[in-house]
C-alpha cells in the first residue's frame, strides 16, 4: 500500500480488488476504462464501481477525453492531464516524438516517418496543433512543425511512465533526455 495515502484512504483500498484498479491507474495513468478492464482480469460491473468509488471518494481522478474517460492517480495536474491524453494515443505520440527528436520537420517528413496518409497525417497535427502541443512554422511555400508544449514534461512523463509505453521510439526519445 502506497505510504502516502491517509488512514482514511489506505481503510478503502483493503479491498484486493479495488486495490488491484488503484495500482493500474497509478502505473498506466491516463489510461481507458478498457484498458483497466483488459489488465485487471475483472467484469466490466466490477471494474465500473470500483473506479466510479475511488473517482468519487477523491482516490483517483477521472477526464473525459473525446468520447472516452481517462483515469488518473489525483496528484495528477491538469496540464500533465492533457499531455498523456496525447502520449496515450500511439499515433499522436510518434508525431509528437518524431517533431521533438526532429524539430522543424515538415509535414511529408512527418507522415513517412509515422507511417500515415498524408491526409491523415494533416488530421492529427490538426488535433495537435488545437491542443496546443505544437506550432505550424512557416517557411516560405512549407510548414514546418516545432513543439510548444513542456519538453521537460513531456520528458518525465515518458520517463516515469515508460513501461507503460510499448514504443521503440519512446526509448530512443528518452536515451537522448537521459544522454544528449
Not at 497509478?26 to 466490466?44: K, N, P, V, Y
Amino acid at each position: 500500500m502506497p505510504e502516502f495515502l491517509d488512514e482514511k484512504e489506505k481503510k478503502m483500498l483493503e479491498l484486493e480488488s479495488r486495490r488491484g484498479i488503484y495500482n493500474i491507474v497509478r502505473e498506466f495513468a491516463g489510461c481507458h476504462f478498457r484498458e483497466i478492464e483488459r489488465r485487471s482480469g475483472l467484469s466490466t460491473g466490477l471494474v465500473k464501481h470500483h473506479l466510479d468509488y475511488m473517482s468519487r471518494k477523491g482516490l483517483i481522478a477521472c477526464e473525459k477525453d473525446g468520447n472516452n474517460l481517462r483515469y488518473f492517480p489525483k496528484e495528477f495536474n491538469s496540464g500533465n492531464k492533457k499531455l498523456m491524453g496525447v502520449l496515450r494515443q500511439k499515433s499522436l505520440m510518434r508525431i509528437i516524438l518524431f517533431i521533438i527528436t526532429h524539430e522543424g520537420c515538415s509535414h511529408e517528413q512527418i507522415a513517412a516517418h509515422v507511417k500515415l496518409s498524408p491526409s491523415t497525417a494533416s488530421w492529427h497535427l490538426k488535433k495537435l496543433e488545437e491542443e496546443g502541443m505544437i506550432a505550424p512554422v512557416k517557411g516560405g511555400r512549407k510548414t514546418f512543425y516545432e513543439v510548444s508544449a513542456n519538453k521537460e514534461e513531456i520528458a518525465k512523463l515518458l520517463i516515469t511512465y515508460r513501461k507503460s509505453f510499448f514504443d521503440a521510439l519512446v526509448d530512443r526519445a528518452i536515451e537522448m533526455w537521459e544522454f544528449g
